[in-house]
């Protein structure tokens, strides 16, 4: 699966949008891009996915470069509790395939 | 639903002791999967599971052993435990990926230290 850089922190205030970038510059054309978040110390939390459409959920949207080299995660009106570490992952197509977590970005969100 | 529990929530060992870590999960999920955080870093998956009686290594798989006699529970056991293995585990279950789609649904995790 191919690897992903993600810077190691951000702020964000709360009430505005938290832009969330990620590079992942070999990714190859199965491979799907996610994003989990681990708030405090509890288990991660899936946000969302995509392979090369921009994704819109109840939580956040994934915007996806046209050469899908990165990506951004948007969370649009950050509250105090999305203060977590985000990971964004690369992962290939097939059932053996698995998730291979980085070190993420921690964001820290702001009064 | 309860999701994904996990058992215990705290543990302290003295090296070469040995413990089994209860994962249970009541959503009916085929796989099942054990990973490890140590301070600052990501999940790093040890073992996982296709399906009931199926185990797999994942990227650090050495010093565990794994069971999957039921499709609900997946056991993660150190038979001799070590200071290196001290770290908070977490355990996940997923349907059968398809296509893109592979959600995971994590447990709280278990806080393992070992003396």
């Known amino acids: 699966d191919a690897k992903t850089t993600q810077p190691p922190s951000m702020d964000c205030a709360e009430g505005r949008a938290a832009n969330l970038p990620c590079n992942h510059s070999?990714?190859?054309?199965?491979?799907?891009v996610y994003w989990y978040r681990q708030i405090h110390s509890q288990g991660p939390q899936y946000i969302i996915h995509?392979?090369?459409n921009n994704e819109t959920n109840e939580m956040a949207s994934l915007i996806i470069t046209e050469d899908r080299k990165s990506s951004t995660l948007i969370l649009p009106h950050a509250t105090l509790r999305d203060t977590a570490v985000y990971y964004c992952?690369?992962?290939?197509?097939?059932?053996?395939?698995?998730?291979?977590f980085g070190t993420g970005t921690r964001l820290q969100v702001t009064l | 639903n309860a999701g994904v529990t996990q058992t215990p929530k705290f543990r302290v060992l003295k090296t070469g002791q040995s413990m089994t870590l209860l994962c249970a999960q009541d959503m009916n999920h085929e796989y099942m999967y054990w990973y490890r955080q140590d301070p600052g870093m990501g999940l790093r998956l040890i073992h996982y599971?296709?399906?009931?009686?199926?185990?797999a290594k994942g990227e650090v798989p050495d010093g565990y052993n794994v069971s999957r006699l039921k499709k609900q529970n997946f056991l993660l056991g150190l038979e001799s435990a070590a200071p290196s293995q001290t770290s908070v585990y977490f355990c996940?279950?997923?349907?059968?990926?398809?296509?893109?789609?592979?959600?995971?649904?994590f447990g709280p995790g278990t806080r393992l230290t070992v003396l």
């Open positions: 996940a279950s997923s349907y059968r990926p398809t296509g893109g789609y592979n959600e995971q649904f």
């Open positions: 070999t990714i190859s054309g199965n491979e799907y």
């Open positions: 992952i690369v992962r290939s197509t097939g059932t053996a395939s698995k998730l291979t």
């Open positions: 599971s296709v399906g009931e009686g199926t185990t």
């Open positions: 995509g392979l090369k």
